[in-house]
């Protein structure tokens, strides 16, 4: 009999490495940092999109940049078997929110500002805060040259962590220029790491002549030096560039935001341009970024719609929830305000009856179930009720229901007070057992 036991154990499907189960308890932190998203988004009149999980590979290809480790790497793609077409599950939304914006003509009569949340994929080594499906919101401006609307970005994400409760947090930013000032850095760049190219370690060997900007993100400390000895990209902006940070930088400074500005921040994804900017910790260890984006003016032309200026962010979900329990940051948990007793089976299609009712006023009501034992106890049912959280337990028993009534009997205030209740006008006495909205 163990054998057998064992054997159907092991038959037992698994997740997916690197792809997490949300379950309650769990799940309601995730529900509420949600719905403070959507409230947020709402204030600042960003409106939200929702794209396909599969896309065409090419899309990611000419979006992120063929030489990234996303594309390289990390990437899940296979051949459709019906049609033999390359698809790939969505490592990141930008590419997929201006795929929709740009096939669908969003863009026609002025620009747009969305926001997003969905999971994504990436095949990489499973750690805190790094999934192989993780979880991501963004916000995007697309149509909007300015940085005006880089600004408010970043003005966004900074109400959300004080939203939270978050602290710790702090802003770096930085300027990748145009194209013209990146190639010129990008000159001096290969040629100050080629006059060293025995400290270049193999990764870096790789990306000298394909993508050299990359290498200033590299985690080698045996590195280091070299890098920030490198050339620096900001020292290369012309005047329409730096005055579009100098903008920015204003706007941050007029609402009081705290920044760094960090010379190496280049982001991993090749589509940015000018501003780039990450919110940063370090409580998660070696996953310190819990937000990151920039501008991103060349990408809407790039997968070949017309030519439009975009900024945008995305923050980790994972990271984000990771980082509210490392603070202790409380998140609210829905419980019951009411738990039906039923003592008797025959009192069940009262007690629902009643409870439909009650739910229709807005009181959150949990039926106590049979199993297959039966209803249990009365005192076990009590324990039940009161390990639900609920403030008020609903007691079905004979003698209330020969009289119409239902006697309610508070759980919470260490009073036991119990008081009858007519089954007839439900609505009068609703509200009263209703807890108050938990507050933001």
């Avoid at 794209?51 to 990611?60: G, K, M, V, Y």
């Avoid at 400390?221 to 490198?230: C, F, N, S, T, Y």
């Avoid at 004979?398 to 006008?425: C, F, I, M």
Wanted: negative net charge; aromatic residues 8%.
């Amino acid at each position: 009999m163990a054998e057998k036991t064992s054997a159907a154990k092991a038959a037992i499907p698994s997740a997916v490495k690197g792809m997490n189960d949300i379950l309650p308890p769990e799940s309601a932190r995730w529900e509420w940092l949600e719905s403070q998203v959507r409230e947020l988004m709402a204030r600042y009149a960003y409106r939200n999109i929702r794209t396909p999980i599969l896309e065409q590979t090419a899309l990611f290809v000419r979006g992120i940049g063929e030489v990234t480790d996303i594309v390289e790497k990390e990437m899940y793609s296979f051949e459709d078997r019906l049609n033999g077409e390359a698809l790939t599950l969505r490592p990141e939304n930008t590419a997929s929110v201006v795929r929709a914006v740009t096939e669908h003509s969003m863009l026609y009569d002025g620009g747009k500002r969305l926001w997003y949340m969905g999971p994504m994929f990436r095949h990489e080594r499973p750690q805190r805060g790094r999934y192989r499906q993780f979880h991501q919101i963004g916000a995007e401006a697309l149509g909007f040259a300015g940085p005006d609307v880089d600004g408010e970005l970043i003005l966004l994400a900074q109400s959300l962590w004080k939203m939270l409760g978050l602290a710790d947090v702090r802003l770096e930013l930085n300027s990748l220029g145009q194209p013209a000032e990146r190639a010129q850095h990008r000159a001096a760049l290969v040629a100050h790491f080629e006059s060293q190219a025995d400290v270049l370690d193999e990764e870096a060997k790789r990306r000298l002549h394909t993508n050299p900007l990359r290498i200033l993100d590299t985690k080698n400390p045996a590195m280091k030096e070299l890098v920030e000895a490198a050339p620096r990209l900001i020292d290369f902006l012309g005047a329409e560039s730096l005055a579009h940070f100098d903008g920015v930088r204003a706007i941050l400074e007029a609402n009081g935001i705290a920044y760094t500005i960090n010379p190496r921040l280049v982001r991993g994804l090749d589509y940015y341009n000018l501003t780039v900017f990450e919110f940063v910790t370090d409580r998660l260890g070696s996953q310190g970024t819990v937000c990151g984006g920039g501008r991103y003016d060349d990408l809407i032309a790039q997968i070949g719609g017309k030519p439009a200026p975009a900024v945008g962010w995305a923050m980790g979900v994972e990271r984000v929830l990771e980082l509210l329990k490392e603070q202790g940051v409380s998140t609210p948990a829905p419980v019951p305000d009411v738990y039906a007793v039923v003592p008797d089976a025959a009192a069940v299609p009262t007690a629902l009856l009643t409870l439909g009712q009650l739910r229709d006023c807005g009181v959150r009501a949990q039926m106590h179930a049979a199993t297959a034992d039966g209803l249990g106890s009365f005192k076990s049912q009590f324990k039940k009720a009161d390990a639900s959280g609920a403030a008020y337990a609903l007691i079905f028993g004979a003698d209330e229901l020969r009289r119409g009534e239902v006697t309610v009997k508070s759980l919470r205030d260490g009073s036991g007070t119990q008081a009858p209740r007519s089954l007839a006008n439900v609505a009068t006495w609703a509200a009263t057992l209703q807890s108050p909205a938990p507050q933001d």
